[in-house]
Structure formats: structure tokens, C-alpha cells
């Protein structure tokens, strides 16, 4: 890899991962994670039926509109993981793809010209 493009690598990589550091100091708490089979939709109607009284929480600990709080945090610290693994495969992908123009394999053939050893 030339160093211009190594240069260029670790600048984007360190922008990167202050913006994540960033990000994650706006989360305040700690929050569950979310179910792998729920969906964003379904977790705000949820939020609203429990702020609205419609459903109570089940824990006689925890208030509806504490949990409505807890689950909104989880949206927000899923959508936070999953946007740092996006940004992650990106800078992978450039990476390998900076990587494959400069570190190209010349096979013992091609540079001899292609002339066969006898």
C-alpha cells in the first residue's frame, strides 16, 4: 500500500472513530438490547401504548413510562451499533480496495517478461 494511501486510511479511520466516540457519549444510561426479532415499529407502538395507559408494565417496579423511556433508549443505542458496524464495513471495503490497486501479486513469469525458466 503506498503511503499516501495509508496516510489517507488512517485519517478516515481516526474521524471515524471519534465521530462513534461522540456518539456514544450522547447515550446516557444503560439500555437493554433489543430482541433480533423485533422491529423499530414495533417497538415504538409499543412506547405509545404504554405512555398512553393502554398496556402497564408487567414489573410492579417499574413504571410504564419508565420502561417506554428504557425502549426508546434501546432504539437509539441499536441504530447507534448498527450505524458504527456500517461505518466499519466502509472502511473496510476501502481499505481492501486501496489495498488490491497497490499490492498487486506479479507472478515470477510476468516479471521476467513471461519468459519460462528451462
Not at 417496579?61 to 428504557?70: F, P, R, T, W
Not at 472502511?91 to 510476468?110: D, F, I
Request: glycine share 6%; aromatic share 6%.
Amino acid at each position: 500500500m503506498r503511503r499516501k494511501d495509508r496516510e489517507f486510511l488512517i485519517e478516515e479511520a481516526r474521524e471515524r472513530l471519534q465521530s462513534m466516540f461522540l456518539r456514544f457519549e450522547q447515550i446516557r444510561g444503560a439500555y437493554p438490547w433489543l430482541a433480533p426479532s423485533m422491529t423499530y415499529a414495533e417497538v415504538r407502538r409499543t412506547v405509545t401504548r404504554l405512555r398512553e395507559g393502554e398496556w402497564q408494565s408487567r414489573e410492579p417496579d417499574i413504571a410504564s413510562d419508565e420502561l417506554a423511556d428504557l425502549l426508546e433508549g434501546a432504539i437509539e443505542k441499536d441504530m447507534l451499533v448498527r450505524s458504527m458496524l456500517k461505518q466499519m464495513d466502509e472502511l473496510e471495503a476501502l481499505r481492501n480496495s486501496k489495498g488490491r490497486t497497490s499490492n498487486r501479486v506479479v507472478s515470477p513469469r510476468k516479471a521476467n517478461g513471461g519468459a519460462r525458466r528451462s
